[in-house]
């Protein structure tokens, strides 16, 4: 085979797998971010139960102070009850503090169907933290997996890129650019020949260029992409 045309497949084989590894390196931490998001998402629900059950303690408290308000009131209307002389104004008076009655009674129940609120949240926040705490060990487990997939594929990728420009370097300089402007422009340098067409452009190749890089021991480009043609083990006229 032609030293130059087994450089260059071999870096095509390189680039490719640059390609994947890139791809990887991009995805991996959209992933990890998927996962953090839903972590975050959780524990976003948990608190958004703790605040109302919190909120829900504040308003009994000041409930429980209105009713006390409230009875003091009574207590006052009350001790004027005995002074007063006319029944008009005995009877509007009692009916303050009857309409006090009726306030704290209203009160009373909120603050019971508070109470009864605030417990179911309590018991849903019980089966919730489990619940949550398993899928935040589930996700801390994924997490530390990507993390170690990223690591992996930047590892490779490094190594591949080494590998590459050490290649690279290798080729005469006018092919070396030639192909770099190929991969630049088209994604690729370097094609074989898939059933009588380039695998790059996927224009029919002249049977009498195909004859020639069959035999793998020059560089032809194709004459529709330029990219540098080789015969692979799939190839076929
Ligand atoms: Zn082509």
Redesign the pocket.
């Known amino acids: 085979m032609h030293k130059d045309l087994k450089i260059l497949i071999d870096i095509h084989h390189l680039d490719l797998g640059l390609a994947n590894h890139e791809k990887q390196c991009r995805s991996i931490p959209l992933e990890i971010q998927k996962i953090d998001d839903q972590v975050a998402e959780f524990r976003s629900k948990i608190n958004n139960i703790r605040e109302i059950i919190k909120a829900n303690e504040k308003k009994i408290k000041m409930d429980e102070a209105m009713i006390e308000d409230h009875r003091q009131q009574q207590g006052k209307y009350r001790a004027q009850l005995f002074k007063l002389k006319s029944n008009r104004e005995y009877q509007a008076l009692n009916n303050e503090i009857k309409q006090l009655d009726d306030k704290i009674s209203e009160l009373e129940t909120e603050i019971l169907e508070l109470f009864e609120d605030s417990d179911n949240k309590r018991k849903a926040l019980r089966r919730m933290e489990k619940d949550v705490e398993q899928k935040i060990a589930e996700s801390e487990e994924e997490r530390k997996k990507l993390t170690q997939d990223l690591d992996r594929e930047k590892d490779a990728y490094a190594r591949a890129e080494k590998a590459r420009n050490q290649l690279v370097d290798d080729l005469d300089s006018e092919i070396s650019e030639r192909y770099l402007k190929l991969m630049k422009k088209k994604g690729s340098g370097v094609?074989d020949i898939i059933a009588g067409n380039?695998g790059?452009?996927?224009?029919k190749?002249r049977p009498q260029i195909a004859a020639l890089v069959r035999g793998n021991d020059q560089l032809i480009p194709?004459?529709?992409?330029?990219?540098f043609?080789y015969w692979s083990e799939e190839s076929s006229f």
Request: proline share 0%; hydrophobic share 35%; glycine share 14%.
């Open positions: 094609a380039c790059g452009c996927f224009m190749v194709c004459e529709k992409c330029g990219r043609l």
